[in-house]
């Protein structure tokens, strides 16, 4: 009995452990892109070592022909695009989540009545995943 | 000087690329996975409640409760969870697990008739479609090898899935097992994966 429940505490163990790998895995792999990420922000420094910086002057006379006026005009156009639709895309997440709060307990009291013993996902009332299952 | 606004602009993009991917792409995904996987409940539900298959039979609840488990915890399913399952299944208490759920499947499917046995295996493929369609899509780099490949053969993967000719699909069981365990009440996410 005693060596079962040795065995038992054993596995728990290595379930932890495991599972602590997995996530140590995860964060390395969201790391290294930050990492990679700080070295592009240091090259772009290391350029300009040793240099006078002549780089706002620079920048001024390469704005001033028309091609880079465009690609300026197109690249902060992207962004906006961008922006807005990831900001319409959120808008669109809460109403969906309003729906299904508003919704949900008409389909659960249907699906009782035909099946009492109905089991359930246990997500919040909302979809969302619940508090406790987040990691 | 144009290495200097390249290098910002690669940064920026870089940056704004990998938080699309790894934090909105993978909300949608998983949110998506929810969505078909709830569309698949009810359609399991709507055969049940049409007579197809007894809403006490043991096929009808385990299958249930494994998507249960799989909507619930659809946030955790990478594959770096898959691989830990897998590596798990070696010690004690995860084979106790694997072989609980295979012998209850097991026993459910040779006691139900022809039709309810197929419905339920149909059940089951289209549910390890959805989530191993899920675990492609939240991974960088199975995003970029198979993406490309899934995009123009996804007829003919799907057709094989369904007949359960793919060796993969019967990998997925190790992933019900546990599914169906994060399936009941009051259960924590790493005591069940």
Same mark, same amino acid.
């Not at chain 1, 962004?79 to 919704?103: N, P, S």
């Given at each position: 009995?005693?060596?079962?429940?040795?065995?038992?505490?054993?596995?728990?163990?290595?379930?932890?452990?495991?599972?602590?790998?997995?996530?140590?895995?995860?964060? %390395?792999? *969201?790391?290294?892109?930050?990492?990679? %990420?700080?070295?592009?922000?240091?090259?772009?420094?290391?350029?300009?070592?040793?240099?006078?910086?002549? #780089? *706002?002057? #620079?920048? %001024?006379?390469?704005?001033?022909?028309?091609?880079?006026?465009?690609?300026?005009?197109?690249?902060?156009?992207?962004?906006?695009?961008?922006?807005?639709?990831?900001?319409?895309?959120?808008?669109?997440?809460?109403?969906?989540?309003?729906?299904?709060?508003?919704?949900?307990?008409?389909?659960?009291?249907?699906?009782?009545?035909?099946? /009492?013993?109905?089991?359930?996902? *246990?997500?919040?009332?909302?979809?969302?995943?619940?508090?406790?299952?987040? /990691? | 000087?144009?290495?200097?606004?390249?290098?910002?602009?690669?940064? &920026?993009?870089?940056?704004?690329?990998?938080?699309?991917?790894?934090?909105?792409?993978?909300?949608?995904? $998983?949110?998506?996975?929810?969505?078909?996987?709830?569309?698949?409940?009810?359609?399991?539900?709507?055969?049940?409640?049409?007579?197809? +298959?007894?809403?006490?039979?043991?096929?009808? !609840?385990?299958?249930?409760?494994? +998507?249960?488990?799989?909507?619930?915890?659809?946030?955790?399913?990478? +594959?770096?969870?898959?691989?830990?399952?897998?590596? &798990?299944?070696? $010690?004690?208490?995860?084979? =106790?697990?694997?072989?609980?759920?295979?012998?209850?499947?097991?026993?459910?499917?040779?006691?139900?008739?022809?039709?309810?046995?197929?419905?339920?295996?149909? $059940?089951?493929?289209?549910?390890?479609?959805?989530?191993?369609?899920?675990?492609?899509?939240?991974? +960088?780099?199975?995003?970029?090898?198979? $993406?490309?490949?899934?995009?123009?053969? =996804?007829?003919?993967? =799907?057709?094989?899935?369904? !007949?359960?000719? &793919?060796?993969?699909? !019967?990998?997925?069981?190790?992933?019900?097992?546990?599914?169906?365990?994060?399936?009941?009440?009051?259960?924590?996410?790493?005591?069940?994966?």
């Amino acid at each position: 009995m005693e060596n079962k429940e040795e065995a038992e505490e054993k596995t728990k163990q290595l379930d932890i452990i495991v599972g602590g790998c997995v996530k140590a895995f995860r964060t %390395l792999i *969201n790391a290294s892109v930050y990492v990679l %990420l700080f070295y592009f922000i240091y090259l772009s420094i290391n350029s300009l070592a040793g240099k006078e910086t002549d #780089a *706002n002057i #620079a920048l %001024l006379a390469d704005l001033s022909t028309g091609c880079s006026k465009l690609l300026l005009a197109l690249t902060i156009l992207s962004v906006l695009l961008a922006t807005f639709g990831i900001l319409y895309g959120r808008k669109q997440e809460r109403l969906k989540k309003d729906v299904i709060r508003d919704l949900s307990e008409y389909r659960t009291k249907y699906e009782q009545i035909l099946d /009492p013993e109905r089991t359930s996902s *246990n997500l919040a009332n909302n979809g969302d995943t619940r508090p406790e299952d987040k /990691p | 000087m144009t290495n200097l606004v390249l290098i910002i602009l690669l940064f &920026l993009v870089s940056a704004a690329l990998w938080w699309l991917f790894s934090i909105e792409y993978r909300k949608y995904r $998983t949110a998506l996975l929810r969505q078909r996987l709830f569309a698949l409940r009810d359609r399991f539900f709507q055969e049940a409640a049409s007579g197809k +298959i007894d809403f006490d039979s043991e096929g009808y !609840k385990i299958t249930r409760k494994t +998507i249960n488990g799989m909507i619930r915890f659809a946030h955790e399913i990478d +594959i770096w969870r898959l691989i830990g399952i897998i590596a &798990l299944m070696k $010690t004690s208490r995860s084979a =106790k697990q694997l072989a609980k759920y295979n012998n209850s499947r097991e026993h459910a499917l040779s006691e139900a008739p022809d039709e309810q046995k197929k419905l339920v295996i149909k $059940t089951e493929v289209e549910m390890h479609f959805y989530v191993l369609a899920h675990i492609i899509h939240t991974n +960088i780099f199975l995003f970029l090898l198979l $993406t490309p490949f899934i995009f123009f053969f =996804k007829r003919r993967i =799907k057709r094989k899935w369904n !007949k359960d000719s &793919l060796s993969l699909e !019967k990998r997925m069981h190790y992933l019900d097992a546990a599914a169906l365990e994060a399936g009941g009440d009051g259960v924590q996410f790493q005591h069940a994966f």
